[in-house]
């Protein structure tokens, strides 16, 4: 029984225990104005949201607010029931008092509220926190203002400033701080004038501070309760002063930057707040309070807003050195890095691209030049070895003019000897000398355009009926050598082609050659056909060119056309590709195939359309 009772007591203790443990500490925020009064407010919103990060117990946060801050202070006393009626049966176990006015109020009531409770006052400036009596359950986290700096940075981002003027209320704790504003002020009175909005009312204040003179700068201080006896909330107050001010504004606190201010040393609000948090957790984890020394808080590195300086053209070079500016527009690198970036590489990578094939495109036109010089060259090399074949015959062909032509002269001389001579003969004489004459040029004229030197060719357009005429004059004495038979066969309708006449002489020559060398050793009769036409099939000219020669074998047929492929002892296997390079040049095919006897070379060529009217 007794050890039942006794394991019974040991399970009590524990639960009890556990419970207490698990209990929420309590935590009370002092606000000396309002929880929505600026800047308290910021500094209230980052010591809530530090003490949830920095905490690792759970707490209980609750706020109240000294509203007889803003005025006497006999009509706190149903304020002070108010919180030992809240507070009496709850027991907090930490105070955080934010602001001057709300450290005073702490202090004066601390044996009837909270004769016990440690507390953290912040939110204070370090020269009202040593006017109060702290004791070893306290700790203080001050700020350091120091307004002649301020000022002094102020006077020189704007080295013109002639007028300052202090904007500040009329509260108590307001006119603690204009006493000491006036005393910073005192060593600059000989530099600028100082204009106090103390004694006004805020309408009035907002008229002046639209019509301020050139020159003119404002420092807003604190405004909580204006000379008409007005409570004001700091934050809409600057609004509005901001929304008519036609002169720069400053401050001493970073509450408002971004929302007007220029800037300068400011007090950071979020570095108070995160300090106090510190302390706090310190204290609820068990440490003394008094032993907790914390230094003043001072401004911090001067801060600009960008925006601000543009709106009043102040220039950035008049920045101390180690200023921080903020709300500057990302620039495009900063805003589009990573596209920026893959843009870049990829120009880079299309520039490489491009340049590589500029170059390979340079080299291939070289190539292609040499190649094209090349080729002309080999052509009129065909040419002339083709010229060189017919000379022989071209040469027999000549004796038969050029000896008419020296038999007629001398006849001529003999008749011119006669008396009287006879002038109807001579005459006959003379037209036999001039169609010999001609029949010589003809033949002159057909060697000299194919040995034509040029080294373009001249697109023209030419009729295929015409052109087989005239190289037949060339080729016939080497028909007639070798004792082949050669005939034409035209289209009865123009062949209007467009080409370069001597390459059309070259390739219909270099196939009609072929065609005679293919019918040495092969039986007679030796005959060769050149035929023209148009295919019934396409707008396209052909000509055919036909032997009676042994044929091409199979296994030539396919690559009769490629370089250096021949079938003669002495070929040199560049006709036939030169007549291909030609054709295919101006748009056309050409190629070989057998037949009953002998083979036939064709080739066709697009025809000239006529223009429609």
Not at 412 to 440: C, F, N, V
Request: hydrophobic residues 45%; contains cysteine.
């Amino acid at each position: 029984m007794r050890v039942r009772i006794l394991l019974s007591a040991v399970v009590l203790l524990f639960a009890m225990t556990g419970e207490a443990s698990s209990e929420p500490k309590r935590v009370m925020l002092l606000h000396s104005f309002g929880r929505d009064f600026a800047p308290w407010s910021e500094y209230a919103r980052i010591i809530r949201e530090e003490l949830g990060q920095q905490s690792k117990e759970p707490l209980d946060i609750s706020e109240t607010s000294l509203a007889t801050a803003r005025f006497a202070e006999d009509e706190e006393g149903p304020f002070v029931d108010y919180l030992h009626a809240l507070f009496v049966k709850r027991r907090l176990d930490l105070v955080i008092t934010i602001g001057a006015p709300a450290v005073d109020f702490f202090q004066r009531n601390r044996q009837r509220l909270f004769p016990s409770v440690p507390a953290v006052h912040t939110g204070v400036e370090q020269r009202q926190a040593l006017l109060s009596a702290f004791t070893a359950n306290d700790s203080v986290v001050a700020v350091s203002k120091d307004f002649a700096s301020a000022v002094e940075s102020m006077l020189k981002l704007l080295p013109e400033t002639t007028n300052i003027v202090i904007v500040i209320g009329n509260s108590p704790i307001e006119r603690y701080w204009q006493a000491r504003l006036r005393e910073a002020m005192q060593t600059l009175t000989s530099r600028v004038s100082f204009t106090w909005f103390n004694e006004l009312s805020f309408e009035d204040m907002l008229q002046r501070a639209a019509v301020l003179p050139p020159r003119s700068a404002i420092f807003f201080g604190l405004l909580s309760v204006d000379a008409a006896g007005v409570t004001h909330e700091e934050g809409k107050v600057f609004a509005r002063l901001n929304a008519v001010a036609n002169v720069p504004m400053f401050s001493h606190t970073d509450t408002f930057f971004g929302r007007g201010i220029v800037g300068g040393p400011l007090t950071n609000t979020a570095d108070v707040g995160r300090q106090a948090a510190s302390v706090a957790v310190r204290i609820l984890s068990g440490e003394s309070p008094g032993a907790i020394k914390m230094p003043p808080i001072e401004y911090g590195a001067p801060k600009y807003d960008w925006r601000e300086l543009k709106r009043w053209n102040i220039s950035e070079s008049r920045l101390q050195a180690g200023s921080e500016i903020y709300f500057r527009p990302p620039s495009p690198w900063d805003q589009y890095r990573w596209q920026i970036t893959v843009g870049l590489a990829a120009l880079l990578l299309q520039t490489a691209i491009i340049a590589w094939l500029v170059i390979e495109h340079r080299g291939r036109h070289f190539a292609e030049t040499e190649a094209i010089s090349r080729r002309r060259q080999v052509v009129r090399l065909n040419r002339v070895t083709t010229a060189n074949v017919l000379s022989s015959s071209i040469a027999h062909e000549l004796n038969q003019p050029l000896g008419a032509i020296l038999s007629n002269t001398e006849a001529a001389q003999i008749l011119l000897k006669a008396s009287p001579p006879d002038l109807t003969q001579i005459g006959e004489i003379l037209s036999d000398i001039i169609r010999d004459e001609q029949r010589a040029s003809e033949i002159i004229g057909g060697l000299r355009n194919l040995l034509n030197d040029r080294t373009k060719a001249e697109l023209q357009a030419l009729d295929l009926n015409d052109t087989v005429p005239d190289l037949v004059k060339i080729v016939m004495p080497e028909a007639v050598k070798r004792e082949i038979t050669l005939r034409t066969v035209l289209a009865p309708e123009a062949l209007s082609v467009r080409a370069d006449p001597i390459h059309m002489q070259q390739v219909i020559i270099n196939l009609v050659m072929n065609g005679m060398d293919a019918m040495e050793g092969a039986p007679a009769p030796h005959n060769l056909t050149i035929r023209t036409r148009r295919n019934a099939e396409s707008d396209f000219a052909e000509v055919r060119i036909s032997d009676s020669g042994t044929g091409i074998r199979q296994e030539n047929l396919t690559q009769i056309f490629d370089p250096f492929v021949t079938t003669k002892p002495q070929g040199t296997g560049l006709g036939l590709p030169i007549a291909r390079t030609i054709i295919e040049s101006y748009g056309g095919t050409i190629w070989a195939e057998n037949r009953l006897r002998g083979a036939v070379f064709c080739f066709t060529l697009p025809l000239i359309k006529a223009r429609v009217r």
